[in-house]
């Protein structure tokens, strides 16, 4: 499904955090926040397709993300992390005909934090991820606010699209 996406729809996920659980019961299992830089704005890679139904031709758009294997502070806590580009790599990742696998490697550690948010406790301010719309990205998409991130000639699907 994702094969022709890795090659021609890379796109970027915005967050400012994401969470993990570590697994040491079958229940109850604390919750862990992940920040990169302190708390300030990243993406993830990943991959976005499309699908029109033939009989109503209603499309859905669905997106990915793309995992590596943990560094250092996330293989405590899973087999696996999400890709995080640094800005400075956004547009290799979004753009060429060649996919820059030298990207899909596990992000820096020592720019990585981990603070354990209890199931039964109040989140405070950090309690959702994406909680407020990324203002220092509108400007890449003209002022629009998008939580995925696309390459120019798709933006106008996504922004029509449902992506609940």
Not at 61 to 66: D, G, L, P, V
Not at 147 to 164: D, G, I, Q, Y
Request: with cysteine.
């Amino acid at each position: 499904m994702w094969r022709h996406s890795l090659e021609a729809k890379r796109c970027l996920i915005p967050a400012d955090s994401f969470f993990e659980w570590k697994h040491i019961a079958k229940k109850g299992n604390p919750k862990y926040e992940f920040l990169v830089g302190g708390g300030v704005p990243f993406a993830f890679a990943g991959l976005w397709s499309g699908w029109t139904n033939p009989i109503d031709k209603t499309e859905l758009h669905s997106f990915t993300i793309i995992t590596t294997d943990p560094n250092s502070l996330l293989e405590q806590y899973h087999n696996r992390m999400p890709v995080i580009l640094k800005p400075s790599e956004y547009a290799r990742w979004l753009t060429g005909a060649r996919v820059p696998i030298d990207l899909l490697r596990p992000f820096n550690v020592e720019a990585m934090s981990a603070t354990c948010r209890s199931r039964n406790r109040s989140h405070g301010k950090r309690g959702h991820s994406l909680r407020q719309p990324l203002t220092t990205w509108e400007s890449s998409v003209r002022g629009k606010r998008l939580l995925l991130l696309l390459p120019k000639e798709c933006c106008h699907k996504v922004r029509n699209a449902s992506l609940r």
